[in-house]
C-alpha cells in the first residue's frame, strides 16, 4: 500500500507559476510509475502528466505541453509538477497517482492504483 500527499496547489493570477508536490509514503521510486491527473468542476477528473518510475518517458496532455514539466526525486520518493504560464483552464484538484511498472508513462487512470487525495488550484483571469 502507498499513501500519496499532494502540496504546493493555491490561488494564482493568469501567467503565474505554481509547484506541485507528491510525497509517497514508501519507497515508491524504483516500484511505481506515476502521474498527474486534475478535475475541474463539473467536469471528468482528466490525464495532464505522468512519468516512468526511473524519470523516463515523460508525457503531457496537449494542453499543458510546453507549460508544465514533470519530475521526481526517487531519492525522496517525491514527484513534482513545475506548472508555468497558467491558465484559467487549468483551474482544478489536482491529483497525483502511483501505477505498476509499465515500460511506458500511461496516460489512462485505469493503470494507476493509488490516488492521492489531491490539492487545489485556481488560476483567476
Known amino acids: 500500500q502507498v499513501q500519496l500527499v499532494e502540496s504546493g496547489g493555491g490561488l494564482v493570477q493568469s501567467g503565474g507559476s505554481l509547484r506541485l508536490s507528491c510525497a509517497a509514503s514508501?519507497?515508491?521510486?524504483?516500484?511505481?510509475?506515476m502521474g498527474w491527473f486534475r478535475q475541474a468542476p463539473g467536469k471528468e477528473r482528466e490525464f495532464v502528466s505522468a512519468?516512468?518510475?526511473?524519470?523516463?518517458?515523460?508525457v503531457y496532455a496537449d494542453s499543458v505541453k510546453g507549460r508544465f514539466t514533470i519530475s521526481r526525486d526517487n531519492a525522496k520518493n517525491t514527484m513534482y509538477m513545475q506548472m508555468n504560464s497558467l491558465k484559467p483552464d487549468d483551474t482544478g484538484v489536482y491529483y497525483c497517482?502511483?501505477?505498476?511498472?509499465?515500460?511506458?508513462?500511461?496516460?489512462?487512470?485505469?493503470?494507476?492504483?493509488?490516488w492521492g487525495q489531491g490539492t487545489q488550484v485556481a488560476v483567476s483571469s
Open positions: 497517482a502511483a501505477g505498476r511498472k509499465l515500460p511506458y508513462s500511461s496516460s489512462s487512470d485505469g493503470d494507476y492504483a493509488y
Open positions: 514508501r519507497r515508491a521510486s524504483s516500484m511505481y510509475n
Open positions: 512519468i516512468k518510475w526511473d524519470g523516463g518517458f515523460p
